[in-house]
């Protein structure tokens, strides 16, 4: 008889003193060792999602995370930590990281040109490289310094490993160059040849590859989280959609609470123009709901007591009594965060692959690196000219693009979507959009502007008069059929007549008394 299937919960983690995508592939290979864990990291959002058996400790997976050199926190709940607090954090991460990356960029531009331009040698020139590439390698790699020693200490290697180990050989080689070598003595040149010579190492110094490659690591890195910052703005910008304080019925008294304290059950007021607090349905009242951000239809919907509407809906003009049936996460809106969230921390099959990639890519670089040295020793004899190729391949294999940019593409583009009112249920969805070939839209929002404009007047003799009158009687609603018309009079005529009495009989139109006329629409 089979053993009947073990009940599983979903568990998110944010993590943090990830560097490149090898790392996350480290903390999965860590988890997934777990009796009954299945757990996956992204990169891009910094967040590992796990499903484990029911009752699992949550620490025992944080444990685990830290062990393996990283940080892991349980998501903390709305009211706990604020927003804004927490974008700050982020903003101040962010500009940190600009401000490495400029005044990097600033100082290793001179090194290059100098070393890149030979008729820009002057004597001594090499020493003015020394001065303005020794920041740049030790203060703006620090974060890779200090990553690369963090994970040695744990016996792993990122791709932060090889850009502190490459950058750090290049500024080293070119000391000893500088000081106990000949490139150093007055007049030395770098020719700019494409082709290559047999030289004594320590005549040369590589300073500007070491001051580049980290300007240029340090700009992709820089934005990599602008982008990943925008993408999360998507998700953010979806939740403020929601109302932020709701009028509940205590008893006889209307109470204004913070929507956090609205619990299932409770009655609530919503005012015209008000947007409607959470998920519920319609105990007192009549009107026309404007469900435009969830369904594209720019027409309200007419709604009455018993009819169910939806949160960060917006009421047009009748007051409501709402009895609240979902709130929280559990609401519509919550629902379509957590689908563009889950888009954002899924995996797709290439980027799986490229993860993949990426774990045993460190590794096998610098196996190459070593071969490399003791080939060139080997057949050779140099022991400068081993360590220059050694170096060369350090240099080269730094910038980890392969891990990098699948999930950021991935995260911009359901995060642009979201923004442009598309919902990707998942990454493996975009994935296989290459393969689409058909596409089947149902609704007028979905193709059109989700704004209705007047096209023709017909039917009547005098089409200046007609729009007159309409036009001034609909200006005093708010009804979208009423906007377009009282638009496409004033676009026509320029201005409106006055409008007196003007009176609004819900479900029946509107009317009052133009130019002396009573005009009903």
Request: glycine content about 10%.
């Amino acid at each position: 008889m089979a053993a009947a299937p073990v009940a599983d919960t979903g568990i998110e983690l944010d993590i943090t003193g990830m560097s490149c995508a090898s790392c996350a592939a480290r903390i999965e290979k860590k988890l997934n060792k777990l009796d009954g864990v299945n757990a996956t990291v992204n990169y891009a959002t910094e967040k590992a999602s796990v499903h484990a058996p029911t009752g699992y400790d949550p620490m025992q997976l944080i444990t685990t995370v830290e062990d393996a050199g990283y940080g892991a926190t349980l998501p903390a709940p709305p009211q706990a930590t604020p927003e804004d607090h927490h974008v700050d954090a982020k903003d101040q991460e962010l500009e940190t990281l600009r401000q490495r990356f400029i005044i990097s960029a600033i100082l290793a531009v001179p090194v290059i040109l100098l070393a890149m331009i030979p008729s820009l040698q002057f004597t001594y020139w090499q020493w003015l490289s020394l001065t303005l590439a020794a920041p740049v390698i030790v203060w703006g790699a620090w974060p890779f310094h200090k990553a690369a020693w963090k994970n040695l200490r744990h016996g792993a290697t990122t791709m932060d490993t090889l850009i502190s180990i490459g950058t750090s050989a290049a500024f080293l080689w070119s000391l000893y160059a500088l000081f106990f070598g000949t490139a150093g003595h007055a007049g030395m040149t770098h020719g700019f040849e494409l082709t290559a010579q047999h030289m004594d190492g320590s005549s040369n110094i590589y300073l500007e590859v070491a001051a580049g490659v980290t300007t240029f690591v340090l700009g992709g890195r820089y934005f990599e989280k602008k982008s990943k910052r925008e993408a999360g703005a998507a998700l953010r910008a979806l939740m403020e959609l929601g109302a932020k304080e709701v009028t509940v019925l205590r008893g006889e008294q209307e109470v204004l609470i913070p929507i956090e304290d609205l619990r299932a059950g409770d009655q609530f007021i919503v005012r015209p123009g008000e947007k409607i607090a959470t998920d519920g349905e319609i105990v007192a009242g009549s009107s026309a709901v404007d469900e435009s951000m969830l369904t594209g239809e720019s027409v309200p919907v007419e709604v009455t007591a018993g009819d169910a509407v939806t949160g960060a809906t917006i009421n047009a003009y009748g007051r409501l009594t709402v009895r609240a049936t979902r709130v929280g996460p559990d609401t519509q809106l919550a629902q379509m965060a957590k689908m563009v969230e889950d888009a954002q921390s899924g995996k797709a099959e290439v980027q799986r692959l490229a993860d993949r990639i990426s774990g045993v890519f460190v590794p096998i670089v610098l196996v190459i690196a070593v071969v490399t040295l003791f080939t060139w020793v080997i057949a050779d004899g140099s022991w400068s000219m081993a360590f220059t190729a050694a170096v060369a391949v350090l240099i080269i294999a730094c910038p980890c693009a392969l891990g990098l940019a699948t999930p950021t593409a991935l995260l911009v583009g359901t995060g642009r979507g979201a923004q442009m009112g598309v919902l990707i249920k998942g990454p493996e969805v975009l994935e296989s959009t290459r393969k689409v070939d058909t596409i089947v839209l149902d609704k007028t929002g979905t193709v059109t502007t989700g704004v209705m404009t007047v096209t023709d007047v017909v039917g009547i003799d005098d089409r200046a008069e007609l729009l007159a009158l309409a036009g001034a009687v609909e200006n005093g609603s708010e009804h979208p059929i009423a906007r377009a018309v009282a638009q496409a009079a004033l676009n026509e005529l320029g201005t409106l007549p006055e409008l007196t009495d003007f009176v609004n009989e819900e479900g029946m139109g509107v009317h009052g008394v133009v130019n002396g006329h009573q005009v009903a629409v």
